[in-house]
């Protein structure tokens, strides 16, 4: 009888700890927690989507709070929020590059915005606009990353066009980001084939703040990872004209299968192979001519 009390009793704690854990966890990630703040300046940010973004909404950098989210309005004649930011005075440098994207706290947790910060020598100002935003992620994007595929900042400002043949696309598929220098600049807008040409031909969406890239650029798609999705990567030329919407890229490399790839290993084996053997060979065959040459 003892047993079964002393049992009931410890099912018992267990649950009030339980319970006490999941108030803890809920204080801590949501934004009634540190919810204090100085002097304070506003800036905006516009976000494709803001998920649950509530106002008061925490605002972080390297995950230290530095302001907290004022207000959240939707953008009159557009499909787009414009969220005011109200960062403490004290954190005042924030450089004009900086990207703004919507977290969520653990896997439970509330919204909030966190600020990478970029490497521009000028900062946001009061009042002032932070232009780079990501948008609350869905989880088949959140996957995506998983896998290596990454994802661009949303083009607020508005995208342009260019295009590329491939002979051989691999899996790149519609959403794909565009990179260059390892920063994701855009998206793959199509993946079409050419019935004339025979290839592939791939239109790409470039955010407008990406207008400077050299017309002569070339573009190639790479696999992130072992098993992660694909990517174009665009390197950048040295001419000092502009890709504009609607231009073609004219250098591109083709994806390369596993298969390329092993063939590749194999074939580069087998040439050094038989010269070595070759090599061998005809030296074994100088040693013994060379061999009588020298008693006479």
Same mark, same amino acid.
């Given at each position: 009888?003892?047993?079964?009390?002393?049992?009931? /009793?410890?099912?018992?704690?267990?649950? /009030?700890?339980?319970?006490?854990?999941?108030? #803890?966890?809920?204080?801590?990630?949501?934004?009634?927690?540190?919810?204090?703040?100085?002097?304070? $300046?506003?800036? =905006?940010?516009?976000?494709a989507n803001v998920g649950q973004l509530k106002e008061g909404a925490p605002v972080k950098v390297a995950g230290v709070r530095v302001g907290q989210v004022q207000s959240i309005a939707?953008?009159?004649?557009?499909? /787009?929020?414009?969220?005011?930011?109200?960062?403490?005075?004290? $954190?005042?440098?924030?450089?004009?590059?900086?990207?703004?994207?919507? #977290?969520?706290?653990?896997?439970?947790?509330?919204?909030?915005?966190?600020?990478?910060? %970029?490497?521009?020598?000028? $900062?946001?100002?009061?009042g002032g606009h932070i232009g780079l935003t990501k948008s609350t992620q869905p989880l088949e994007d959140m996957l995506g990353k998983f896998l290596g595929g990454g994802s661009a900042?949303?083009?607020?400002?508005?995208? $342009?066009?260019?295009?590329?043949?491939?002979?051989?696309?691999?899996?790149?598929?519609?959403?794909?980001?565009?990179?260059?220098? %390892? /920063?994701?600049?855009?998206?793959?807008?199509?993946?079409?084939?050419?019935?004339?040409?025979?290839?592939?031909?791939?239109?790409?969406?470039?955010?407008?703040?990406?207008?400077?890239? !050299?017309?002569?650029?070339?573009?190639?798609?790479?696999?992130?990872?072992?098993?992660?999705?694909? #990517?174009?990567?665009?390197? !950048?030329?040295?001419? !000092?004209?502009?890709?504009? =919407?609607?231009?073609?890229?004219?250098?591109?490399?083709?994806?390369?299968?596993?298969?390329?790839?092993?063939? &590749?290993?194999?074939?580069? %084996?087998?040439?050094?192979?038989?010269?070595?053997?070759?090599?061998?060979?005809?030296?074994?065959?100088?040693?013994?001519?060379?061999?009588?040459?020298? &008693?006479?």
């Amino acid at each position: 009888m003892s047993q079964r009390k002393s049992y009931a /009793v410890g099912t018992g704690l267990f649950i /009030v700890l339980g319970f006490a854990a999941l108030a #803890y966890l809920a204080t801590q990630t949501t934004s009634v927690a540190n919810s204090h703040q100085g002097v304070s $300046y506003t800036v =905006d940010a516009q976000f494709a989507n803001v998920g649950q973004l509530k106002e008061g909404a925490p605002v972080k950098v390297a995950g230290v709070r530095v302001g907290q989210v004022q207000s959240i309005a939707l953008e009159p004649g557009k499909d /787009v929020a414009d969220v005011t930011l109200s960062i403490d005075k004290k $954190y005042a440098q924030i450089p004009t590059d900086s990207v703004a994207t919507i #977290y969520t706290s653990g896997l439970l947790g509330d919204q909030y915005v966190g600020v990478q910060f %970029g490497g521009a020598k000028t $900062y946001v100002a009061n009042g002032g606009h932070i232009g780079l935003t990501k948008s609350t992620q869905p989880l088949e994007d959140m996957l995506g990353k998983f896998l290596g595929g990454g994802s661009a900042a949303d083009a607020i400002g508005g995208t $342009y066009s260019v295009t590329a043949n491939f002979t051989n696309v691999g899996a790149l598929a519609v959403g794909a980001p565009v990179k260059m220098a %390892g /920063v994701a600049i855009g998206s793959v807008a199509s993946v079409k084939a050419d019935p004339v040409k025979l290839n592939a031909l791939v239109t790409m969406d470039i955010d407008k703040k990406y207008s400077q890239i !050299p017309d002569d650029s070339a573009a190639a798609i790479f696999t992130s990872g072992l098993i992660g999705s694909q #990517y174009v990567a665009i390197q !950048p030329g040295g001419s !000092p004209n502009s890709l504009k =919407d609607g231009d073609q890229l004219i250098l591109t490399q083709s994806a390369v299968q596993l298969e390329d790839l092993i063939g &590749k290993f194999l074939v580069s %084996g087998s040439p050094n192979s038989g010269s070595n053997a070759g090599n061998n060979g005809n030296n074994a065959n100088n040693g013994p001519s060379n061999s009588p040459a020298g &008693k006479h």
